[in-house]
């Protein structure tokens, strides 16, 4: 297991941004599949956006396709999630977490280790 540690997280208004980052201590995030998870208030825990580090694969959600942008730098060291066009229903804890695959995983039970998350709050 890695050990993750998010940061970037905050308070911004409806329309602004923030970029969360994912730092794995130790090691590089190679041939990992790599998620962004949230939990909003009061709801489950989903996953956000996706990355295939080996294959440069990603995968969004429905509900930020096209405002969020998931990506690794090229030493592989740091993860990073781009938020633009945020929205009150953005609001909640970000996590990343990761496990060894070639390819993208989906379900959170299939990941080895986690963060401890970020909190995002988008105020209107």
């Known amino acids: 297991q890695f050990q993750l540690v998010e940061s970037g997280g905050g308070l911004v208004q409806a329309g602004g941004s923030l970029r969360l980052s994912c730092r794995a201590l130790?090691?590089?995030?190679?041939?990992?599949?790599v998620g962004w998870f949230r939990r909003a208030p009061g709801k489950e825990r989903e996953g956000v956006s996706y990355?295939?580090?080996?294959?440069?694969?990603?995968y969004y959600a429905d509900s930020v396709k096209g405002r969020f942008t998931i990506s690794t730098d090229d030493t592989k060291s740091t993860v990073y999630l781009q938020m633009n066009g945020l929205k009150p229903a953005d609001t909640g804890v970000y996590y990343c977490?990761?496990?060894?695959?070639?390819?993208?995983?989906?379900?959170?039970?299939?990941?080895?280790?986690w963060g401890l998350g970020t909190q995002v709050t988008v105020s209107s």
């Open positions: 990355l295939a580090t080996g294959g440069g694969h990603t």
């Open positions: 130790g090691i590089r995030f190679d041939f990992q599949s």
């Open positions: 977490a990761t496990t060894p695959s070639p390819w993208i995983r989906y379900r959170e039970d299939e990941y080895q280790s």
